[in-house]
């Protein structure tokens, strides 16, 4: 990938005043190595794209330059990029140098999709001691103690450490047990700012896991972990230390392996992030079953919440739990809706009524441009449709609606009115939230047609309801 760099970067260290300047970090080429693993998944089109000529990726080729992408790469999310004039994506980039003592810089990168320009530049340039860190560019000093209290402070996302210089650290008092080096030779580390600071310098535990091979556990969270047994500090028997440190397990994988027990990465990739219902589900159904039977839907793991809620009617309507035919319907997204819908009539006799009322006196605020409609929800099975679609929680909404307590709209493609685009609530003629699929916000583009249809909203008031 030809990448072009601004005036700037070749600038950067002669415009840091009062600190020696750094030897050639070679970090051009770093950065390069960074983001030509990275691809785009567009969430409003629900693919992968190409970083570097913006095209759709089949199986991890590019359809237009024909580059290959490991799509187990970390990626980054965008919603509906091409609508964005000059989208950045920011990251950081870490060096250690030892000086007269031990600094640590961290580079901000923001790099521009359309030019595949960078702009570059020294946020913070970190001197390290055993008590804490001073920033030589803010001037402000923060102890580990402060850190402690307050990890979040120094999260931030998508950060990268420069390796090649870590043997450095090997002569450092305050890093030389911390075995901190070994992660040159390690992939796919989530590294942030407490990862090279708080961590191996103020946890002995860090030392213990590093030890171990277990580097995610000692960088993401050493101090969950003491000197027991290793059932006792790990919750898993010992028999699973080789598949752990094999796969060099994240906090969120052994989670998940808490519970299914079982040394599969593939089934516990499946489970991630969604442990606490994977858990409830274990009571009902086998999870490697369930994995195979919602594959053989063609459903994500994402759809074990619609199997939860699917479980949960079940029980409501006192359906037998023990009968495969029911743990396991021909069609799950089709009997998940029916019984749901079952159960909101059954619980909420007049409301649908209310809501369809309601709906035909807010078809006034039907609001329609070249690419874009948006109209009221029709009933209690359109909130329904909406929120399996969109993967949030407007099904909760249905007795607020049937009370005009708030009002629901639904934005959609005019091509393609039946496949949901952004939910809308309005309350005394304002829009309150608009949320895309899985809640994520709607950009620039977007938020500018809500404005537009805010302004055209006629205030409804229903009696009846």
């Keep these: 990938m030809q990448l072009k760099f601004n005036n700037d970067f070749n600038d950067i260290l002669e415009n840091i005043t009062d600190y020696k300047k750094l030897d050639d970090l070679n970090i051009k080429k770093f950065i390069e190595e960074i983001l030509d693993k990275q691809y785009i998944y567009d969430l409003d089109k629900d693919e992968h794209v190409c970083i570097k000529c913006k095209s759709t990726l089949k199986n991890g080729i590019c359809e237009n330059c024909n580059k290959k992408y490991n799509l187990k790469n970390k990626i980054y999310e965008v919603c509906n990029y091409e609508l964005y004039d000059n989208y950045l994506f920011t990251f950081f980039v870490y060096y250690f140098d030892i000086q007269e003592t031990l600094l640590l810089y961290r580079f901000e990168i923001k790099y521009n999709i ?49 390796k090649d210089n870590l043997d450095i650290l090997k002569n450092n008092y305050l890093y030389k047990y911390s075995l901190l080096w070994e992660l040159k030779n390690v992939e796919n580390i989530n590294i942030n700012l407490l990862s090279l600071t708080l961590y191996p310098i103020y946890y002995k535990q860090f030392e213990y896991l590093m030890k171990m091979g277990l580097y995610n556990l000692a960088i993401t969270n050493p101090y969950d972990y003491k000197y027991t047994s290793f059932k006792d500090n790990f919750g898993v028997d010992k028999k699973f230390y080789k598949f752990m440190k094999d796969i060099n397990i994240t906090p969120e994988e052994l989670e998940v392996l808490k519970i299914v027990k079982e040394p599969n990465k593939e089934l516990i990739n499946f489970y991630l992030y969604n442990e606490s219902i994977a858990s409830d589900l274990s009571k009902y159904v086998k999870l490697d079953k369930l994995k195979k039977y919602l594959e053989t839907q063609n459903l994500s793991g994402e759809f074990i919440y619609e199997y939860r809620d699917y479980i949960n009617y079940l029980e409501k309507l006192s359906l037998d739990l023990t009968d495969k035919n029911n743990l396991f319907p021909k069609n799950l997204l089709e009997e998940h809706d029916k019984l749901e819908l079952q159960i909101e009539l059954t619980e909420n006799k007049n409301v649908n009524d209310k809501i369809t009322f309601l709906s035909n006196i807010l078809n006034l605020n039907v609001y329609e441009d070249d690419n874009y409609i948006i109209f009221p929800a029709r009933d209690i099975k359109s909130l329904i449709d909406e929120s399996r679609q969109m993967h949030n929680c407007v099904r909760t909404y249905i007795d607020k609606v049937g009370e005009n307590k708030c009002q629901i709209y639904f934005m959609r493609y005019k091509d393609n009115p039946k496949e949901s685009f952004v939910t809308i609530e309005v309350r005394d003629n304002v829009v309150v939230q608009a949320r895309c699929k899985y809640n994520k916000l709607p950009d620039n583009k977007i ?9 055209s909203l006629i205030p409804i008031y229903n009696e009846e309801a």
Excluded: P
């Design 447 to 455: 938020n500018e047609v809500l404005n537009r249809f805010e302004k």
């Design 114 to 162: 359309n030019n595949q320009n960078y702009d570059i530049k020294i946020n913070n340039v970190y001197q390290i001691t055993n008590l804490g860190l001073y920033d030589l560019v803010t001037e402000e000093y923060k102890s580990f103690k402060d850190y402690e209290k307050d990890k979040d402070y120094m999260m931030h996302e998508y950060e990268y450490l420069y």
